[in-house]
């Protein structure tokens, strides 16, 4: 580092208020020293840097930088303001300041700048040394590491140190998923678990459906590696730049964390790190580089899918309770806004019904919304609402939406590719983005591929609607197949997002999809749930008590309450689970049971047509489910009166027998 910074580069009574004027102050400096060439241009790119996320870090620390083509090699400035500016950190003003400036190429120099840094600044010492340093020549060499902080010598000698324990290695890592329930926080306690059981230090930052509090920028930059698990893109992604990083789905994160652990220490010991985000092209950001396009479209997918799920359940049981308090007629009932009364139950329930219909009128747009945000990152949600509203407008339901989805984020892709003036960079996000990527997939939707899409949506409405017989019991069987299979993974999600398409035009046919898939989804968990009271002896003491959630679980409608069992056994787990979920799926269509209500398992059963029926489907499919994998179990050798931790295995539905004493 120590090319990087020279006394020139120093100024320790930095005359700044704003971080802009603190920029500025400090590249004059890189310009006089013939390090940047366009003063302007680089501030440009320093603040469409501050843009995307604040600098600031907590300690009083800031450190603006960037990737400009202005600049001739990897330097690094620094300030010491007399009053602390803001620079977004959560603790407040920074007095210590920083600008680090990289050639447009430069990704290694530009990292390791910020690597070194930023581990420096996590010292007390080296911090303290620089706020009382008085001598720029001593400050840069400090900076650069060639002269260590000084600390007051001690008065007496101190006797022979003991040995340094090994350093702790440090991972923060992020999980998410669809929906960001259940894969969500079991993969964060997983690898959280995983950590202590391998000595290392492990922060979760889950991506939850309910949103995320951000882990902190200085426990980031402390961090000796970086874990993705997730199914959808991680939000923010550019903050963990430049550390060795494992890229995985959710289901690794709950399935083999201690791997994932393994392998991001193997990474850190041969100096494996990645790129900064943005690095590349937004389709190439959009994931771990070595993900190929399908992998990253499922993404995509997904992405919109996770955000679409609140607004399904929130509007779905919304119009499902409206049904329940005021019957099927409440759908006629005129606007509550402009006849209500307070006293009569039926307006009530058309309230209910009515916002229900507003918050699922939302499902399209937020679909295609997040796919293109998911592709784009925030430029893509304009132009993404844009088009799953034309899609809505032009009856192109839940394909259109797909398709402005996909379509915009493609869009503002191709846009973010091409290369405008510095002048320009600031007004792109907010304005030259928006516009160009709105009037393109305007065109596109109203003109080109929406009229076919609508068409299409149309023939699959008449199909729906028309099943019966043989073909409703194979898509049954299909459906019942796809729920099981990965137990709330993304196979699940096509499924259940392809149920909820349907209610957003509900027919017969689309309402026997949304009984079927339902059904089917609470069978793996139920089925987990039995066959521990059967056979405990075939399962360990712990899945015995995930077996007792599993039983609400699977009430519920959530499959992952299966996962645990599959994580542990997949091979007998996952087919068990396939054959009673496509047992009934068929049944439920057999017995054309229907549902109105996008959530909500056994607890929404007044609002399913042939409610008896129903449950007969779901008791034989977790019958089914429940037997085969005892049956496979068996096989494997157990059954010899001794549960899988070594004590004598329960009586069937009977509690495992703790000892009273230790």
């Known amino acids: 580092m120590s090319d990087m910074i020279t006394a020139d580069l120093v100024d320790l009574d930095l005359a700044a208020e704003t971080k802009e004027a603190a920029a500025r102050s400090l590249a004059e400096r890189m310009v006089a020293l013939g390090r940047v060439t366009d003063l302007d241009g680089f501030l440009a790119d320093v603040a469409a840097r501050e843009a995307q996320l604040p600098t600031g870090l907590d300690g009083g620390i800031g450190i603006p930088h960037c990737r400009s083509e202005h600049v001739t090699e990897p330097t690094l400035a620094f300030g010491r303001p007399a009053e602390g500016i803001d620079f977004g950190a959560p603790d407040g003003p920074a007095d210590l300041i920083f600008l680090i400036a990289?050639?447009?190429?430069?990704?290694?120099?530009?990292?390791?700048?910020?690597?070194?840094?930023?581990?420096?600044?996590?010292?007390?010492?080296?911090?303290?040394?620089?706020?009382?340093a008085t001598d720029p020549v001593a400050t840069a060499r400090l900076i650069s590491g060639d002269a260590p902080p000084q600390t007051p010598a001690p008065?007496?000698?101190?006797?022979?140190?003991?040995?340094?324990?090994?350093?702790?290695?440090?991972?923060?890592?992020?999980?998410?998923?669809?929906?960001?329930?259940?894969?969500?926080?079991?993969?964060?306690?997983?690898?959280?678990?995983?950590g202590q059981a391998e000595g290392v230090e492990v922060v979760v930052e889950p991506q939850g459906s309910a949103g995320f509090t951000r882990i902190d920028p200085a426990v980031i930059a402390a961090a000796d590696g970086v874990i993705f698990a997730h199914?959808?893109?991680?939000?923010?992604?550019?903050?963990?730049?430049?550390?060795?990083?494992?890229?995985?789905g959710v289901k690794a994160g709950i399935n083999r964390p201690a791997e994932l652990i393994a392998e991001v220490r193997g990474k850190a010991a041969r100096g494996e790190t990645t790129a900064p985000a943005g690095t590349g092209s937004p389709v190439d950001d959009a994931g771990d580089p070595g993900e190929g396009y399908g992998t990253k479209l499922r993404k995509w997918l997904m992405s919109g899918v996770s955000y679409m799920v609140p607004f399904v359940a929130a509007g779905g049981l919304l119009i499902a309770l409206g049904f329940a308090i005021g019957g099927y007629t409440v759908d006629k009932a005129p606007s509550v806004a402009e006849h209500f009364v307070w006293t009569?139950?039926?307006?009530?329930?058309?309230?209910?019904?009515?916002?229900?219909?507003?918050?699922?009128?939302?499902?399209?747009?937020?679909?295609?919304?997040?796919?293109?945000?998911?592709?784009?990152?925030?430029?893509?949600?304009?132009?993404?609402?844009?088009?799953?509203?034309?899609?809505?407008?032009?009856?192109?339901?839940?394909?259109?939406?797909?398709?402005?989805?996909?379509?915009?984020?493609?869009?503002?892709?191709?846009?973010?590719?091409?290369?405008?003036?510095?002048?320009?960079?600031?007004?792109?996000?907010?304005?030259?983005?928006?516009?160009?990527?709105?009037?393109?997939?305007?065109?596109?939707?109203?003109?080109?591929?929406?009229?076919?899409?609508?068409?299409?949506?149309?023939?699959?409405?008449?199909?729906?609607?028309?099943?019966?017989?043989?073909?409703?019991?194979?898509?049954?069987?299909?459906?019942?197949?796809?729920?099981?299979?990965?137990?709330?993974?993304?196979?699940?999600?096509?499924?259940?997002?392809?149920?909820?398409?349907?209610?957003?035009?509900?027919?017969?046919?689309?309402?026997?999809?949304?009984?079927?898939?339902?059904?089917?989804?609470?069978?793996?968990?139920?089925?987990?749930?039995?066959?521990?009271?059967?056979?405990?002896?075939?399962f360990t003491r712990t899945e015995r008590e995930n077996g007792k959630a599993a039983w609400v679980l699977g009430s519920s409608f959530i499959t992952e309450g299966a996962i645990p069992f599959a994580a542990a056994d997949p091979l007998r787990v996952i087919p068990s689970a396939m054959a009673g979920g496509a047992v009934t799926g068929a049944l439920s269509m057999l017995f054309e049971c229907t549902l109105r209500a996008p959530h909500g398992g056994i607890f929404v059963l007044?609002?399913?047509?042939?409610?008896?029926?129903?449950?007969?489907?779901?008791?034989?499919?977790?019958?089914?489910?429940?037997?085969l994998v005892i049956l496979l179990k068996g096989m494997g050798g157990r059954g010899d009166g001794k549960d899988l931790d070594g004590a004598a295995a329960p009586e069937s539905g009977a509690a495992p027998k703790v000892p009273a004493t230790v």
């Open 606 to 627: 007044p609002l399913i047509g042939n409610p008896v029926l129903y449950l007969i489907a779901i008791l034989a499919g977790t019958a089914v489910s429940a037997a």
């Open 155 to 194: 008065a007496e000698p101190e006797p022979p140190a003991e040995e340094t324990p090994p350093a702790v290695f440090r991972i923060v890592a992020v999980t998410s998923c669809p929906t960001g329930i259940a894969h969500t926080y079991m993969a964060a306690e997983a690898l959280e678990q995983a």
């Open 231 to 248: 199914d959808v893109p991680v939000r923010e992604k550019e903050r963990f730049a430049g550390k060795p990083t494992v890229d995985v």
């Open 102 to 132: 990289a050639p447009a190429g430069a990704d290694d120099a530009h990292l390791s700048i910020l690597s070194a840094l930023a581990r420096r600044l996590m010292d007390p010492d080296f911090t303290a040394a620089l706020r009382a």
């Open 344 to 538: 009569d139950s039926t307006s009530w329930a058309a309230l209910l019904f009515q916002v229900g219909g507003l918050a699922f009128s939302f499902l399209v747009p937020v679909l295609a919304g997040y796919i293109a945000y998911g592709m784009a990152d925030r430029p893509g949600l304009v132009p993404g609402f844009v088009g799953g509203s034309i899609a809505l407008t032009i009856n192109a339901g839940f394909l259109g939406g797909l398709a402005a989805g996909l379509i915009a984020g493609g869009t503002v892709m191709a846009i973010q590719r091409v290369k405008v003036p510095a002048a320009l960079r600031g007004i792109m996000p907010v304005v030259v983005i928006p516009l160009i990527s709105s009037a393109v997939v305007g065109f596109l939707m109203f003109l080109v591929v929406g009229k076919p899409i609508a068409e299409l949506q149309k023939a699959l409405t008449d199909w729906l609607s028309g099943l019966s017989g043989t073909n409703a019991i194979i898509l049954g069987v299909v459906l019942g197949l796809m729920m099981c299979f990965d137990l709330g993974g993304p196979l699940n999600k096509v499924a259940y997002a392809f149920a909820v398409g349907g209610l957003a035009n509900p027919n017969d046919g689309s309402l026997k999809v949304m009984a079927a898939v339902m059904a089917a989804g609470m069978v793996p968990p139920l089925a987990m749930a039995l066959a521990t009271v059967v056979r405990g002896g075939l």
